[in-house]
């Protein structure tokens, strides 16, 4: 047995081309709710882009939030043609991307075209604001957030100039 263990570990790592890092931005966009009130960005090495995010809800308890996905997620592995976390990712335009909006129901019932709206937002903030991959340090805090977003009369969330 052990050595079928170590016969799939060899064919496993073999897969393997090369590791990315995900570098947290943890805080850096508040939201005017009562139930979420930051947002946390994960940054992906590989695509150079908006992969992740986590949200934060100061009315529960931190390990029944995304904040775990902070903890959790801090590298991909990628082959040629798939990544691991591509099930999860954000990033829509990323060529290994598998996502389906559908999956994101947790952030609310909104369309492929909504979804692409909220990450085209989250790339300008990433690029405005040069959050970039930490090679170091995978996590950078923000004690407040550099971005505020407000509410319009839609129920709309709109980025605060």
Known sequence: MKNNIEINYKKKKNIFEKKYVITWHCGVIGLPLKNINKISIGICEYSDGVAFIATF????????????????????YVTKNSCEEGKYCINL?????????LNFKEYGEISK?????IHNTLEKIKDEYNLSI?????????????VMFRKNKKREIKKKL
């Open 57 to 76: 809800d100061p009315n529960k308890n931190t390990f029944d939030q995304d904040i775990l996905k902070v903890m959790c997620i801090h590298d991909i």
């Open 93 to 101: 335009s990323c060529p290994l991307n598998k996502a389906d909006p």
């Open 113 to 117: 075209e909504e979804f692409l709206e």
């Open 134 to 146: 930490e090679k170091i340090h995978y996590v950078v805090n923000y004690d407040k957030p550099i």
